[in-house]
């Protein structure tokens, strides 16, 4: 897992930029603003600051004083799915998406400009999975990595990983490697060499009361403990503490009912 959370340094630092096409930053909407920073607070440690107000009320998770996420408000009128979305680096956020429609996507909101921090677009895949993509200017992106309560991973969880994997070559560049089995439809997207993300295909086994859509796994010390501390802090446990080849994973829902996972990588 060392490559897919590829840009940390030895002292957990991200790079000053990140490259086109690799996760740069995740954002969750939801209605309680409040609550759920009092919830991640708990869980991860993160602490928070005003961040831009172009689509309402907004605030940056910190870690060490470092920006690794961000919380918005949603409209009292706007009933959308509470989900963590992963953002993608690039250096032309317009020319991203009028591929992101050449290729078949949708842009739901953008290009737009959130103040002096940079542009973003927020998009969905063929399939429906919602992305966003971000054109930094002041702001960056995530700035630590590889220590608990940071983003680890980015999977995008849908039926078959083979006509959605095109998208995503063409939109970003992803480079592909599929895992080779008979029964389990898993692609790794690459760029320059390094894992940035990966493809789930689950078939009819995909839950339907969510669609496709991306998962972000973030980095515990511990799962089992901090899988507990989400059903203790007002959350749902979807799939209990496992082992996996990425590490000890479990999945789980903040009190919203956005979906995420919890990571403790292999060492």
């Known amino acids: 897992m060392t490559e897919a959370r590829g840009s940390a340094g030895s002292s957990g630092e991200a790079e000053a930029r990140h490259a086109p096409g690799t996760p740069c930053w995740v954002s969750l909407m939801v209605h309680g603003l409040d609550a759920t920073q009092e919830f991640y607070g708990e869980l991860f440690g993160w602490e928070f600051q005003p961040g831009p107000q172009q ?11 470092k920006e690794v996420a961000g919380i918005g408000q949603l409209p009292p009128d706007r009933h959308l799915p509470i989900a963590w979305t992963p ?37 969905s895949d063929p399939s429906g999975a919602v992305f966003g993509i971000w054109q930094a200017a002041a ?35 992803f480079e592909q490697e599929a895992v080779a089995s008979a029964d389990f439809d898993y692609v ?24 496709p859509h991306w998962m972000t796994f973030f980095e515990v010390a511990d799962t089992d403990e901090a899988t507990a501390r989400v059903y203790e802090l007002g959350g749902h ?31």
């Not at 690459?190 to 839950?207: D, F, K, N, S, W």
């Open 55 to 65: 689509l309402g009320p907004y605030v940056r998770a910190l870690l060490d004083g």
């Open 87 to 123: 953002y993608f680096a690039s250096d032309d956020v317009h020319g991203t998406t009028e591929t992101v429609r050449l290729c078949g996507g949708t842009v739901g909101v953008g290009p737009l400009d959130a103040a002096e921090a940079g542009r973003l677009a927020i998009c």
């Open 139 to 173: 702001h960056l992106g995530i700035a630590l990595t590889g220590v608990p309560g940071t983003p680890a991973w980015n999977e995008l969880i849908t039926f078959e990983s083979a006509s959605v994997v095109k998208f995503y070559e063409t939109v970003f560049g």
């Open 188 to 211: 790794t997207l690459h760029i320059a060499g390094r894992t940035v993300a990966a493809v789930l295909g689950m078939g009819q086994a995909l839950p339907r009361d969510r669609g």
């Open 237 to 267: 446990v979807l799939r209990q503490p496992h082992d996996s080849a990425l590490g000890r994973m479990s999945t789980v829902t903040d009190p919203e009912g956005a979906r995420f996972s919890l990571l403790q990588s292999k060492a």
